[in-house]
């Protein structure tokens, strides 16, 4: 019987939000961002003008921005079907147009015991989602002239002056061997936003060798802490697993650009991300670590699920690395909501500027939003499915055609492990959000909302 009320309480949150008490927001460019509860319900053409007839009244009541409010519907029953297969406890769905908020709605439960109904203000596990964001801080850096991409990191990082690149052969008799050989050219700023540094994450090294170095020498933070001083002497002592600037492999290159932000402003990277982005677009229940008093809406990922147990072990969510002597991962450390994260990707949608406040010029972002790795070996499409190159920071849309879901060519995305993603499509006028802790699903759940996501644009 518990089961069945936890059910129905998870499907009367949906509902409500579903049928009439959803909010939505504006912005405005007086810089007000308001709900739609604020002034009442409102929906007009584009272009401001009202309809001549009734027919056309309908027929606006039946969109908002463009998007069927029928096929809107249709996110709610799915995501509450994703929860009773098991495929995560609850979810956080948020979709704007034009930065309008037209849907924004919690599926299912916060937790794994599935007691607590989710809600729109609950806490994630942002994982990677972080990386677009310290991605941009130091491109923000750029414009300042306080770097260039083209400035090699031992500029800042001489701790990694005596890399190498491990080269693997094959001899006559069939065996292999392997050599570390000298790097052809510096790694630059550029190849740390790109990941073409030649780092990369212990879980997909190819060499045996290179992964073993990799975790036993605790460089990504997951078996205990580690200080930036300390994680960067170890990584200076490993070799790369190919050429700077030769292929795309996603790696711990953010890590590293989030200790080069510190060295070059002499700042720890909480402050400088908190100054720079975090406070300027008001995210405030965006932060490095859950305090004890806010530990209540962090969502949870289901006990059953097989990664949770080791991830979970080296996330440490519950503790602030500047008490604990732990370097902070700028691929990997923050922790948000889905109305934070909104207002960094509508930021970068609408060009580098959000409710009056420009942080990145448009150029920029549109520079930003450019593939990076044309005629480099490597994919993203272990994150984004086929079809995407990266720029800095973001991975992008190649073409129209050719990927497992609908988007535009030149739109932008990226994901966390934890089951979080977001979509950027700048053509269409989109921003759309989906939070979830479910790791081991996670690429089914991003591709299955861009679907749901563009099946609602009618116009």
Not at 184 to 201: C, K, M, N, S
Not at 385 to 408: C, E, K
Request: glycine content about 10%; aromatic content about 8%.
């Amino acid at each position: 019987m518990r089961s069945v009320r936890c059910v129905a309480a998870a499907v009367t949150l949906t509902l409500a939000f579903t049928l009439g008490a959803m909010p939505v927001a504006e912005a405005q460019p007086s810089g007000r961002f308001e709900r739609e509860g604020d002034r009442g319900a409102r929906f007009e053409r584009e272009d401001g003008r009202r309809g001549p007839g009734r027919a056309d009244r309908r027929s606006r009541e039946d969109t908002v921005m463009g998007l069927s409010r029928e096929r809107l519907g249709r996110i709610g029953p799915v995501m509450l079907e994703q929860v009773e297969k098991g495929q995560f406890p609850g979810a956080v769905t948020l979709i704007a147009r034009r930065g309008r908020i037209v849907h924004f709605e919690a599926h299912g439960f916060r937790d794994a015991a599935k007691t607590q109904p989710m809600t729109r203000d609950t806490l994630f596990l942002l994982a990677s989602m972080t990386k677009p964001i310290v991605s941009t801080a130091a491109v923000m850096l750029i414009e300042q002239g306080r770097m260039k991409l083209s400035d090699p990191i031992v500029t800042w990082l001489p701790e990694l002056r005596d890399l190498k690149v491990e080269v693997r052969r094959t001899n006559p008799d069939g065996t292999t061997t392997t050599e570390d050989v000298a790097l052809a050219r510096p790694i630059t700023v550029q190849d740390l936003l790109r990941h073409t540094a030649g780092f990369a994450y212990s879980a997909s090294i190819r060499s045996p060798r290179l992964k073993e170095l990799y975790e036993q020498q605790n460089i990504e933070g997951m078996r205990g802490n580690i200080s930036s001083e300390e994680m960067l002497r170890r990584l200076g002592q490993i070799a790369l697993v190919h050429q700077p600037g030769t292929a795309f492999e996603y790696s711990i290159s953010t890590d590293v650009l989030g200790l080069l932000l510190e060295r070059v402003t002499g700042k720890r990277l909480d402050v400088l991300i908190n100054e720079m982005i975090l406070e300027p677009l008001d995210m405030r229940d965006t932060t490095w670590h859950v305090a004890e008093g806010r530990r209540s809406r962090l969502a949870e990922a289901f006990d059953t699920d097989p990664l949770k147990r080791p991830l979970w072990g080296g996330w440490r969510a519950f503790e602030n690395p500047s008490e604990h002597n732990m370097y902070f991962r700028g691929g990997a450390g923050l922790v948000g909501t889905a109305e934070d994260y909104f207002k960094f990707a509508q930021m970068i949608a609408d060009g580098g500027a959000f409710m009056g406040r420009r942080l990145v010029s448009p150029r920029w972002v549109d520079f930003m939003l450019s593939d990076h790795i044309i005629g480099m070996s490597g994919s993203t499409a272990g994150s984004t499915g086929p079809g995407y190159g990266f720029g800095l920071g973001f991975a992008v849309r190649l073409q129209d055609g050719f990927a497992v879901a609908p988007g535009s060519t030149g739109d932008a995305m990226w994901a966390g492990v934890w089951g979080t993603s977001f979509t950027i499509d700048r053509r269409e006028g989109l921003v759309a959000i989906i939070m979830t802790q479910g790791p081991s699903t996670r690429l089914h759940s991003r591709m299955l909302f861009k679907n749901l996501l563009y099946g609602a644009v009618v116009r």
